[in-house]
């Protein structure tokens, strides 16, 4: 990490926790605004094989939503959905090799990331942009994702009727939201007075408690075949969280785990690449 890096994150730390001691309240809506702003961009150059793509944008709450459509038109369409701080230019690997299956493949950057408007990300807003995204350029009936994209997929899924014949790809997802939030208190040794607040947030901007934002909680409405790929070293989104799930048994789910990794180089992986697109 380096040094100006550090010097910030000392900044935000000493500021929340002081912040706290005047209102706990104010600290918890400072913490969540940081929670949900990604501070880092990916900096992989585009792809030249996406110049090949049609560009996509549609207005919402706001924002200009971008993204690119391959292969369009074909009855089998394909979405990519990445995590926080990433972009679609990521999976360029599994592109080719979907089109080359007669697929139609959208990938699109989520708010505040890659291509697309905005400052903040969080759960609901993916959710609706992903929703606009299956309304307008769907019906999309194959899905891959990563990271947080893997939790707000799964969110989508129970809410798409039939969704048995629906098939999906949880890279390394980000399993529990309270699992990444106790990550982010920590990281940033923020007053665990401020944690109970910063629920409280949650649940008056989203409408549901911080349990209902949970992979192991939807997974249970989600009828289609699910393919699970998860690190065992994976220090983002904890392995603990999908043994969980694994530990459940939900039928339609086939689970595969990996070593050595972690949580970015999965998916970019050669065999896992080989195992989503045989799987789609």
Not at 185 to 190: I, Q, V
Not at 251 to 263: A, Q, R
Request: net charge positive; charged share 25%.
């Amino acid at each position: 990490m380096k040094v100006a890096q550090k010097l910030a994150i000392k900044y935000v730390r000493a500021r929340v926790n002081i912040l706290a001691l005047v209102s706990k309240r104010k600290a918890a809506e400072k913490a969540f605004k940081i929670f949900c702003t990604p501070f880092r961009k990916t900096s992989k150059q585009i792809p030249p094989f996406f110049e090949k793509a049609e560009k996509l944008h549609f207005e919402m709450d706001g924002m200009a939503i971008k993204g690119y459509r391959f292969n369009h038109p074909q009855e089998t369409k394909v979405l990519i959905i990445h995590g926080f701080e990433s972009a679609s230019k990521n999976f360029e690997k599994y592109i080719p090799h979907l089109i080359n299956k007669g697929y139609e493949v959208l990938a699109f950057d989520a708010p505040a990331h890659g291509r697309s408007d905005g400052k903040e990300i969080n759960l609901p807003l993916y959710l609706k942009t992903l929703q606009q995204i299956d309304q307008r350029y769907g019906p999309i009936n194959r899905f891959m994702s990563h990271s947080f994209g893997g939790i707000t997929l799964a969110h989508l899924l129970e809410t798409l009727p039939q969704n048995e014949n629906l098939k999906a790809v949880f890279i390394a997802p980000a399993t529990e939201t309270a699992t990444s939030i106790d990550l982010f208190f920590t990281f940033l040794k923020f007053s665990p007075e401020i944690r109970k607040e910063f629920e409280n947030v949650i649940l008056e901007k989203g409408g549901q408690p911080l349990s209902y934002y949970s992979i192991r909680r939807a997974i249970k409405n989600i009828h289609g075949p699910v393919l699970w790929i998860h690190d065992e070293d994976d220090d983002i989104t904890p392995i603990k969280d999908a043994i969980a799930v694994k530990d459940d048994n939900p039928p339609n789910v086939d689970f595969h785990f990996t070593k050595g990794l972690g949580h970015r180089k999965i998916y970019r992986d050669a065999e896992v690449v080989r195992r989503v697109v045989d799987f789609l």
